[in-house]
């Protein structure tokens, strides 16, 4: 089985922590409809060349997905599902921002009335980020505190059984240090709300990440070029710190940490983002997607259209990143194609699961990429409590799971 991603790269205004291919456009745009073309050719591309393989996953990201609004969303979905075999699809899913309020609940409302009955789950993900005004406004958000709180008590009403709502928050750590240097919370009702938040189980599922920032992401202040810089967001121990605390609140209110950035109640983690970890094949549509195949879920026109005469059993390949190109129907990014051997497989296979609740499944498999004494120092971080090592399964405990890089450079020959 085959999931899909389709890339909506539009936004109302880039945030300054992005790093995705994404760019400010208005919703009515020309530019919209010519994208929206291209990816009905690139999608009718690909039924062509994966023998009718069926679907498992069907995800809207981007971008801010919510600005195609319903008749769009719901005109790509129509063109999916007549290039594609759906009917075993286990979940459709669409990241949104939490405004404008009236209009995201007409859109979850419409997408749901029409496809609640056609597919098992019907996943939504806002992208919450922040309850502090401070962060939301430097980090380039449009909304506030207390219009999030609006937002999600408004968002109560319309979950549904088949509905599945996951949020999305980020530690940046804005906290405030008292003369003693100890850290405290510049606004205690923001941690209050969102640990009554999570205590309620409201949430399905949460996504935490802690931030990243990039040295081409700037703001406008006076006239003059400010970078967004640590000197706003303080140190990676500190943004952890944040981090941590999150996670604990999460954790206490018995979500179940499936992946290291995701949490959720029993049996509602994405089906979409576990077909990742797992080494599924999948196909990203859109600008600068990158895609993951077997040679089994392909026929021999994807050769062609990969440029390549070698024969493989997995393959990457990536989009471009110029939107004209996309737009001129030339999706691929033909240095941006990379044949996996087993080696590589091994090693991404291995990096990847661990990343998750599941872990690695015999790892006898996967000696030609690990250490000589593995074994050794797989049964010393036990001890320690920092991992579950036995009958050649590999598991993280959560606080290894914190520092997983630690792990990887210990017992991986090569990352």
């Known amino acids: 089985m085959l999931s899909l991603y389709i890339h909506i790269p539009f936004c ?23 994208y929206i073309g291209s990816l009905v050719k690139e999608i009718k591309l690909y039924w062509e060349m994966t023998n009718h393989t069926p679907l498992k996953t069907i995800y809207f990201w981007g971008g801010t997905p919510n600005l195609l609004w319903f008749e769009k969303l719901d005109y790509l979905i129509s063109k999916v599902e007549k290039s594609f075999n759906c009917e075993d699809v286990w979940e459709l899913s669409f990241e949104f921002n939490p405004y404008p309020e009236e209009d995201i609940y007409n859109l979850v409302q419409n997408l749901q009335k029409k496809y609640w009955k056609k597919y098992p789950r019907v996943r939504f993900s806002f992208w919450i980020q922040s309850f502090d005004n401070e962060v ?35 530690a940046f750590w804005k906290w405030n240090k008292s003369k003693k240097w100890n850290s405290y919370l510049r606004n205690p009702s923001s941690i209050d709300f ?3 938040f999570v205590n309620s189980q409201f949430a399905d599922s949460f996504s935490l990440y802690t931030l990243e920032l990039f040295d081409n992401q700037i703001r406008k202040k006076k006239d003059k070029d400010i970078l967004i810089s640590w000197s706003y967001f303080w140190t990676d121990e500190e943004i952890y710190e944040e ?13 179940l940490r499936y992946e290291i950035s995701n949490f959720s109640l029993a049996w509602k983690s ?34 062609q259209y990969l ?23 030339n999706f691929l990014d033909k240095k941006e ?38 074994e050794e120092k797989l049964k010393l971080f036990q001890e320690e409590d920092l991992l579950i090592f036995e ?25």
């Open 194 to 196: 969102f640990t009554n």
């Open 337 to 374: 194609v990379q044949i996996m051997s087993e080696k590589d497989y091994l090693i991404e296979s291995f990096f990847l699961s661990l990343r998750t609740d599941r872990g690695v499944e015999n790892i006898k498999g996967y000696e030609e990429i690990l250490v000589k004494n593995y």
């Open 136 to 170: 939301l406004s430097l980090a380039g958000r449009k909304s506030s505190f207390l219009g999030l709180v609006d937002f999600l008590r408004g968002l109560q009403p319309l979950k549904q059984d088949n509905t599945v709502f996951n949020f999305d928050f980020i």
């Open 270 to 303: 994405s089906i979409h983002n576990r077909t990742y970890r797992e080494m599924e094949d999948y196909i990203w549509i859109g600008l600068n997607s990158s895609s993951f195949l077997n040679e089994k879920s392909v026929n021999e026109k994807i050769q």
């Open 243 to 255: 981090f941590s605390l999150l996670k604990d609140i999460i954790l206490n209110a018995w979500y």
């Open 391 to 415: 009958r050649e399964k590999l598991l993280l405990t959560d606080t290894w799971m914190d520092v997983f890089n630690s792990i990887i450079t210990e017992i991986m020959q090569e990352i």
């Open 12 to 34: 109302q205004s880039k945030c300054k922590y992005c790093a995705f291919s994404s760019f400010p456009i208005a919703d009515k745009s020309e530019q919209v409809e010519e």
């Open 307 to 329: 440029w390549t005469n070698e024969k493989w059993n997995w393959i990457r390949f990536k989009n471009t990143v110029d939107l004209n190109n996309y737009y001129n129907w």
